[in-house]
C-alpha cells in the first residue's frame, strides 16, 4: 500500500508541474495587454513591463515565478486590487468559497446518498420514481436558476434569508447558494448510487450472503453499498473540486467575494489580469489532481484487487 500511494503522489507531482509550465506558457503569448491601458500611457507599461520582467525569455520568467511559486509567492496583479500581493486576496476569496462550497459538498453528498439508497431499496415504486424525476430536475436545471427562485420567495417574499451574501453572518447567508450549489451534486450522486445499487444488488454474491440468512442493513453496509461506493467516488471527484473553488455565476449573483468571482473579475476588468488568472488556473489544477490522488488512494482501500493490479504491473 505504502508503494502503491507514493507511486501516485509521484505521479501527482509530475502532473502539476507539467500544467503549471502548460499554463505559464499560454498565458504569456496570450494576445492583449494586462495593464489597464485607459489609465496608463504607452511609456508607462513598457517601464511595468521591464519591471515585472515580462520582456524576459519565457525559460527565465518560467524559473523566476517557480522559485517565487515554492515559497507560496503567486506575484503581484497587474490591473486588480491596485497590485496587492495575489496570495492574500485568494486567501480571502478562497475562505469564503471552501466554506461555502464544503456546506454544499456535505448537503448534497448526504442528501444524494440517502436518495439513491431509498430508490434503489424501492425499485419499480413510488419512491425510485420521485427519486429518478428529482435526479433529472436537479441535472437538468442549473444551480444559477435555482438559486434565483430561491432569492424570490425565500428572500424576496418571505425576507428569510439575505437576498446578497452577508460575511458578518456567513452561515446565514450562505445557506441559499450553498443549497443551490448542492443541487447537481446531490442529483449526480443520487442517480448513481441508486444504478450502481441496483446492479450490485443483482450480483451472485448478494444473492449468496441473502441464502446464508444476511438480510437488512447488513447486507446493504457491508457488500452492496461498499461494492458501490468506488464509481460513486470517481463521479464525486471532480464535482468536489467545482464545489470548493466556486460556481462562477452563483458567486457572481450571490454576491459573494469568492475565487469564482475573482476570476470572473479577473477575465472581465479593465485590463485582462493574466497572472490573477494563472495563478488560480494553477490552484484549480492543483485541487483537482490533490482530489483525483485521494480517489486513487481510496480506490485501494475500497478495493485491494487496485493495489494487487498495480504491484502485478509494476513486476
Request: charged share 15%; glycine share 10%.
Amino acid at each position: 500500500m505504502k508503494k502503491y500511494i507514493l507511486k501516485r503522489i509521484g505521479l501527482a507531482l509530475a502532473t502539476l508541474l507539467l500544467i503549471i509550465f502548460v499554463l505559464f506558457v499560454l498565458v504569456r503569448i496570450m494576445p492583449g495587454n494586462p495593464f489597464p491601458s485607459e489609465r496608463m500611457s504607452a511609456e508607462q507599461i513598457a517601464n511595468k513591463r521591464a519591471e515585472m520582467g515580462l520582456d524576459d525569455p519565457i525559460l527565465v520568467q518560467f524559473g523566476r515565478y517557480m522559485m517565487g511559486l515554492l515559497h507560496g509567492d503567486f506575484g503581484k496583479g497587474t490591473s486588480l486590487y491596485y497590485g496587492a500581493p495575489i496570495k492574500t486576496v485568494i486567501a480571502t476569496c478562497i475562505s469564503n468559497s471552501f466554506r461555502i462550497g464544503g456546506l454544499a459538498i456535505v448537503m448534497g453528498t448526504v442528501v444524494g446518498l440517502l436518495l439513491g439508497i431509498t430508490a434503489a431499496l424501492n425499485k419499480g415504486h413510488f419512491l425510485d420514481h420521485f427519486c429518478t424525476v428529482f435526479s433529472i430536475l436537479g441535472v437538468c436545471v442549473p444551480g444559477y436558476v435555482f438559486l434565483i427562485f430561491l432569492q424570490y420567495y425565500f428572500s424576496y417574499k418571505i425576507s428569510i434569508f439575505p437576498y446578497f451574501f452577508d460575511g458578518s453572518r456567513f452561515l446565514y447567508s450562505s445557506i441559499l447558494p450553498a443549497i443551490s450549489l448542492s443541487l447537481f451534486t446531490m442529483s449526480t450522486v443520487a442517480r448513481f448510487t441508486r444504478n450502481e445499487m441496483v446492479e450490485v444488488m443483482d450480483s451472485d454474491y448478494v444473492h449468496l450472503a441473502e441464502s446464508k440468512g444476511m438480510y437488512g442493513a447488513k447486507l446493504v453496509t457491508r457488500h452492496i453499498l461498499r461494492n458501490a461506493l468506488i464509481p460513486i467516488v470517481t463521479v464525486l471527484a471532480p464535482l468536489v473540486v467545482d464545489l470548493l473553488t466556486g460556481a462562477l455565476v452563483i458567486e457572481k449573483i450571490y454576491g459573494i467575494n469568492g475565487i469564482g468571482k475573482l476570476m470572473v473579475d479577473a477575465i472581465a476588468g479593465e485590463g485582462v489580469d493574466y497572472n490573477y488568472v494563472l495563478a488560480l488556473g494553477i490552484l484549480y489544477s492543483a485541487l483537482y489532481i490533490g482530489i483525483m490522488l485521494v480517489v486513487d488512494i481510496l480506490y485501494g482501500v475500497l478495493d485491494p484487487r487496485i493495489r494487487v493490479s498495480a504491484k502485478e504491473g509494476d513486476a
